[in-house]
């Protein structure tokens, strides 16, 4: 089913990735992790559907999404770019697979953080954050997604990685075999996996390497 909804309020998160919010239609719910297809309600955009995830919780009068913006084709996000508030997104019925199971470590890279944030944000409001660990990747430091909010959140328990700069304030370099060694207490837990898919592919074997159960490992199938 299609809802429009209009755009109430767009904010910058870094340099390229912006916060819309919109009108949350009646009746409308999803579990924090889940995703809906997303269109812009103007002429020649109606169909060109793209799958963002919701970040604000279920019980929020708004929905919200992070989104990056590709200003270098002329697609979807830098259509997004150029709408301002009172303009219209068309959004559907909900779906996704990445939804809390117990205690574990997310791992994500780049916009990939966007389904853990509403998690984790229920997760402290719940005061249910303890025992979980965020392992966040990105190719700058300029380029953490809601990086106060996350630290704010998780002090310690919030891993930075830099992959494609020196950072004085983070780990560099990729969330490989060596980091998960070093990084994880205990490969029983769940972990969440969100990001590029090779990224995602790489882990994936580096866990079962290291004795994670698959039945264990949530991520977008």
Known sequence: MDYIVKITDIENVTHDVKRFRCEKPENYHFVPGQATEVSINKVGWQEERRPFTFTALNDSPYLEFVIKIYKDHPGVTNELNSLKPGDELIV?????????????????????????????????????????????????????????????????????????????????????????????????????????????????????KLGASPDAVVFEK
């Open 92 to 208: 559907r019925d909900v779906w996704g697979a990445i939804e809390y199971k117990g205690p574990g470590y997310f791992i994500a890279g780049g916009a990939g953080i966007t389904p853990f944030i509403a998690i984790l944000r229920q997760l402290k409001k719940e005061n249910k954050l303890k025992g979980n660990k965020l392992f966040f990747s990105n190719k700058t430091d300029s380029d953490i997604i809601l990086h106060k909010e996350l630290s704010d959140m998780l002090n310690n328990n919030a891993v930075y990685t830099i992959t494609d700069e020196p950072s004085k304030a983070h780990h560099h370099g990729f969330i490989n075999e060596q980091f998960l060694k070093e990084h994880v207490d205990d490969f029983s837990k769940h972990f969440y996996l969100c990001g590029p898919p090779k990224m995602i592919e790489a882990i994936q074997q580096i866990l079962t």
